[in-house]
T-cell receptor, first 111, second 119 residues
Framework: KQEVTQIPAALSVPEGENLVLNCSFTDSAIYNLQWFRQDPGKGLTSLLLIQSSQREQTSGRLNASLDKSSGRSTLYIAASQPGDSATYLCAVNTGFQKLVFGTGTRLLVSP | GAVVSQHPSWVICKSGTSVKIECRSLDFQATTMFWYRQFPKQSLMLMATSNEGSKATYEQGVEKDKFLINHASLTLSTLTVTSAHPEDSSFYIC???????????????FGPGTRLTVL
């Protein structure tokens, strides 16, 4: 059974810092991995999707990497801003588009 | 593009009543939609896979007779919580996968969620 873990569970940083969120999964047989952002009481916003054959994806200040063989992905956020405060979720596609979600990292960026 | 809506955004109902939640893909067709449930401060758990024109596939531990899913068209799936009880109170989120042949195939797009509170 696929299990997805995110570390740390919570993170508080001052504005401007670069930070890394970690995601690990137990079964390397995945089709792709997605990073999402969730604001309190809201749905999910897709940030980046990495196909199993890719090593990384970039969008603006965000960079996600994938090491499928070791079961790890990282989300790098450069020059963090208060507006980045949210819960970040990673999810792996185990086949037939089924997503298994991680436990999430709650990020707080203070001004 | 690739917008998914849910209705209602929140609902409060009495114990024993049934509640229907709609999930619509607004600008694309989706053969497959998914329903997730999220309890406070927890991650999303997949409840079922909704396939247009066929029966839904439920995850282990999810009662199919309690959570009725109907995917009657390529843009609409509904989740009906029957005889709701307080323990069914949760945040329900749907997602839709664009049908093959579109530029964003292989990616899921999520609705804004529906907050259900059963008194």
């Amino acid at each position: 059974k696929q299990e997805v873990t995110q570390i740390p569970a919570a993170l508080s940083v001052p504005e401007g810092e670069n930070l890394v969120l970690n995601c690990s999964f137990t079964d390397s047989a995945i089709y792709n991995l997605q990073w999402f952002r969730q604001d309190p009481g809201k749905g999910l916003t897709s940030l980046l999707l990495i196909q199993s054959s890719q090593r990384e994806q970039t969008s603006g200040r965000l960079n996600a990497s994938l090491d499928k063989s070791s079961g790890r992905s990282t989300l790098y956020i450069a020059a963090s801003q208060p507006g980045d405060s949210a819960t970040y979720l990673c999810a792996v596609n185990t086949g037939f588009q089924k997503l298994v979600f991680g436990t999430g990292t709650r990020l707080l960026v203070s001004p | 593009g690739a917008v998914v809506s849910q209705h209602p955004s929140w609902v409060i109902c009495k114990s024993g009543t049934s509640v229907k939640i709609e999930c619509r893909s607004l600008d694309f067709q989706a053969t497959t939609m998914f329903w997730y449930r999220q309890f406070p401060k927890q991650s999303l758990m997949l409840m079922a896979t909704s396939n247009e024109g066929s029966k839904a596939t439920y995850e282990q531990g999810v009662e199919k007779d309690k959570f009725l899913i109907n995917h009657a068209s390529l843009t609409l799936s509904t989740l009906t919580v029957t005889s709701a009880h307080p323990e069914d109170s949760s945040f329900y989120i749907c997602s839709a996968v664009p049908s093959a042949g579109t530029s964003v195939y292989n990616e899921q797009f999520f609705g804004p969620g529906t907050r259900l509170t059963v008194l």
